[in-house]
Structure formats: C-alpha cells, structure tokens
C-alpha cells in the first residue's frame, strides 16, 4: 500500500499533508487538536505551532493548545526544537522531577502529531515521509526514525526540504524547465536547482537535483537579533537578573515584531515586568528592520546560498538564465526585503512566493505517494587519520558533495595499514562534514537554561567545528580482519568504495597479503 500521510516539521510550523487520491496532489490536513487556519492570498492552510508545553499533574499541551491558553511565554513551553535537535544541542529545563531536553520535546511534540494525523487521515500501515533540511546529518534523521518506530510507524522515508518544496509547487512547474527553491524557514535558510524532467515510463514528474546548498541561518535567528537589538535600545543585559525572568515572554514578542514588519510599516514592542511593573520598549520601522538584517550580513548570505547553488549547477550545464522561476517556502521568505534580494537577482516577474507555507508539505506527501526524483550527495565524507608530522587529525575526502548515485565505478579508493605490530583488526574512522562558512567574529546564539530563561551565548569553536562534522562509524569502525596479523607500516588491505541506490556507502576490500576478497559491497555507512 503506499503513502499518504507527510509530515514537514518545522522549527516554528508543522505543516501535515496528505496525498488526495481525487485532486492528486498533497492536500494540508487541518487537526483541531494542535492546529490553527491560516490564510495567506486565496487560500486557507493550517498549521501547527511547533510547541509543547509540560504542564501542571503531566498535562501536556501541543501547538495551538499552547497559544490559545496564552503559554508560549512560560518557562515550560520549548520552542525552537528542531533547530536544537539538529545541534545536537545538550541543553535541558528542569520539568518537575526530570531534565526534558529539545529531543525529548521534539519527540512528544512529533509523536503526537503523528498520532492525531494518523487517525484524521485515516492512516493503515502505510509509508510516511518526514522532510528533512539539506544540511541535515544523519543523527537528525535517525531522530526522525526513532520517533516513527516509537509511534508504531516503522515504514518512512526521507525527502529533502527543497526537493519536497519543487513537488509542491507542481501545479506552476512543467516537464524541462529549471526552478531555484529558496526556503527560508524558522531554523534554516536552503537554496537548490530543480529540473524537472519527464519520462515515458512513468506519469509523474521527476525533480533533478542540479545544486543545492544551505545556511544555519532562520527566522528564529532573526528573533534572536531583534532580542539583542531591544536590550541595546534599553541599555540592558541579557543577565540581568529582571530580564532573565520575562526572557521567554520577550522572545515571544521578538518574533511577533518580526511578523508584524513583514506586513507592515512600523512596530512597537513593549514588554510590562509582572512584579516590578518595569516596561521594556522598543520602536521599529520597516527601513530599520531591513538595517537590522543588513548589519548582520543576511543579505550576503542569501547571495552567497543562491550563488553557490547556482554555481553547482553551472557544473551540469544550466546557468543562471536557464532558470525558470524562484520559488519561495518558508516563513521568513515572505519578509520583503529578503523577497527583494531574490527579485533582483532574477527579476520580478521569475520570483513566485504563492505557497510559502505548505509546499514542503505538499511535495513530501507527493513523494510518498510516488512522485520520484532524482538527487546527490549533500555533504563530504572523509576518512579521518593522524598526520605524524603536523601531531594532529586530518581528512581525506573519499565521496564529494555532489556525486551522483548509485556509482557503477569506485568513488574512492585507499590501502589500509597497520598502526601497531601484530594487529588483527584494522578500520577506517569515516565522518560526514558539512559546509563551513567563515564567521567574520564569533557567533553567538540563544539558549534556554535550566530554570527556562534565555540567555545569549557565545558558541565554543570546538562546538561549532561539531556542528559540521559528525563522526559516521564511531561504533563500528574497526571490521577488517587480518589473518595472519599485520605489522606496523604494512599496507595491508584494499578497499573500494561505491554508493548504492539506497544511498549506502558500501565498500570491498582485498587482503593484500593473502588475496582474499574479504568484503564485497559491504554496507557501512547511509549518506545525507
């Protein structure tokens, strides 16, 4: 039976589509519980604040719950989970008796959503797909399988936010054309080409993945520096003890601004301390909105995504003016200035941003229901070894972003050598990196403490160098066999690497001395 149900969970929004099997297309599914109406142009949606709230007696509210009984603002309410999750963020709040941290969250907050769809949709034991940001690793997506098997959902499959986003624009696209995807969503900011290509073998469209890329850049960071802004213009600390305790409740107000200078001309915020009766106020425009975001360089880093994504796909032949249409997702892409980037880049009349809110949705309920497409590999992968001579770590790059799959031909190979005299078992130690972006001074980000106030702070470079690399094997790196032992220095094994068409790293090696086949096509990592 194949898929229906798609869930795009967002950092801000959750969106669920299902496929309709009359209109075939991805249909938004409306559930009362947690989800609210929204409207933008001719059409209604609904969506899914992504929030959770762990109240009094182990009540728990989900989504618009949380809103309606006015608790974004409390202590216990977690926002911004998938943005934390993707982090590998170790930050918790003390609920009660236990440490909740954002993956716990995440996983109550997804877990439940699932369910409720489950039921509206009718859901039977069919495939449910999950979107996933371009930058993700694979401890994002093992998340997301976990919270699947957990609710009894062990059929899933992953499709990426861009990807998902050029499916559900289907209704404005056509067989041969090329469209950029810009999503600029509450935790990530993607850019990827599209061709959209037709088969006689099939009758669905099929998307190509010409180039993508992606910054750690989202609506919530913008919240972020308009919280940072407000304490400036009131000559304030984030430790200040007083603003530690309305923390949340000013971040909440922050992205009300941020959605108010959206569709408006001027904002004010203004934040009453419920003990002191102490006000914190602050007066925004339009023009020092877009100021805001200039000084913080966002419109470079929309330029520099753009291009980079478009640079990808110059490689394969597609240059700027052989693109069709920028189609806009995500919330934060309906700021105008951040419109006005894309627009000048590719003019007016190329720039649609009709359906910013449930594209991805829509176009990862497609995909689970068979629409197919094409794609590459996200991210490097690197064997990682110890230089002697520099006394520390180095890479060796073994599969580039943007190889193709699956590969008739090796993509890498290597010899392997013992470290030690009389080893027996060798390995490789294999981690995926992702893109680094130099930082012109040390970044800084919002995080939640124990107590549940915000505080700002600095992010360690040892922290951010984690945040783009992930070590793939760290508990199976060692499966080569040497029999008889090898000595130190010896080359002892051969290895071959290649992807497979489930998007596998498989490898076959040869013992050099004996010249055996140990490995032939052996699984050892799954690629992003």
């Known amino acids: 039976m194949p898929g229906r149900l798609a869930i795009d969970f967002g950092t801000s929004n959750t969106v669920v589509a299902v496929w309709d099997e009359v209109q075939q ?53 977690f926002r911004w989970m998938k943005r934390y999750i993707s982090h590998r963020s170790p930050n918790k709040i003390r609920i009660d008796d236990r440490n909740i941290t954002p993956s716990m969250a995440g996983q109550d907050f997804l877990s439940s959503v699932l369910l409720f769809a489950a039921q509206e949709a009718g859901f039977q034991n069919e495939e449910v797909a999950f979107s996933v940001p371009v930058e993700a690793f694979e401890h994002y997506e093992n998340w997301l399988a976990t919270v699947a098997e957990n609710v009894g959902m062990p059929r899933f499959r992953l499709i990426d936010e861009p990807s998902a986003a050029a499916l559900g624009y289907g209704a404005h696209i056509q067989p041969g054309n090329v469209y950029l995807l810009f999503d600029f969503g509450g935790g990530t900011m993607h850019a990827a080409v599209i061709l959209i290509e037709s088969e006689e073998s099939t009758t669905g469209r099929r998307c190509r993945v010409l180039g993508k890329a992606g910054r750690d850049i989202g609506g919530t ?10 304490l400036r213009q009131n000559h304030r600390h984030d430790a200040d003890a007083d603003i530690r305790s309305i923390s949340t409740l000013l971040l909440v107000e922050c992205e009300r601004i ?18 002191t009766g102490a006000v914190l106020a602050a007066e925004f425009t339009r023009a020092s909105f877009d100021e805001l975001l200039d000084e913080h360089n966002l419109f470079m880093e929309i330029n520099q995504t753009v291009r980079s994504a478009l640079n990808s796909a110059h490689e394969h032949g597609f240059d700027e003016q052989s693109i069709q249409s920028a189609l806009m997702v995500g919330g934060s892409s309906q700021i105008p200035a951040v419109q006005r980037v894309l627009r000048q880049t590719f003019g007016r009349d190329r720039v649609r941003s009709n359906r910013p809110l449930d594209a991805v949705a829509r176009g990862a309920a497609a995909f689970v229901a068979g629409v197919d497409f094409y794609d590459h ?10 230089d002697p001579q520099a006394g520390k770590y180095d890479y060796r790059t073994i599969v580039k972003r943007g190889t193709q799959y699956p590969s008739a031909e090796p993509v890498a190979s290597l010899r392997i050598k013992a470290a030690m005299e009389g080893q027996e078992t060798l390995g490789i130690e294999i981690f995926e990196l992702g893109e680094q972006h130099p930082q012109p001074s040390q970044p800084v980000e919002l995080v939640f403490d124990p107590s549940g106030a915000a505080r700002i702070t600095r992010i360690k470079p040892s922290d951010q160098e984690q945040r783009v690399s992930f070590w793939m094997n760290e508990h199976n790196r060692t499966f080569l066999t040497a029999k008889p032992p090898a000595q130190r220095g010896d080359a002892r094994f051969e290895v071959d690497f290649f992807i497979d068409a489930n998007k596998r790293l498989t490898l076959t090696a040869r013992d050099l001395l004996t010249g055996e086949l140990t490995h032939k096509e052996y699984p050892v990592i799954k690629l992003t």
């Open 258 to 275: 941020k959605e108010r200078l959206t569709f408006e001309e001027n904002a004010t915020l203004m934040v009453v301390h419920p003990e």
């Open 221 to 230: 960071t913008i919240d972020q520096w308009i919280y940072q802004e407000v």
């Open 377 to 386: 590999i996200q991210h490097d992968y690197a064997i990682r070894y110890l």
């Open 25 to 77: 297309e991805g249909v938004p599914l409306h559930i009362p519980e947690y989800g609210k109406l929204h409207t933008y142009g001719d059409e209604t949606i609904s969506i899914i604040p992504s929030l959770i709230h762990y109240g009094a007696e182990k009540t728990v509210w989900i989504g618009n719950q949380v809103v309606e009984r006015e608790l974004r603002q409390s202590n216990r309410t």
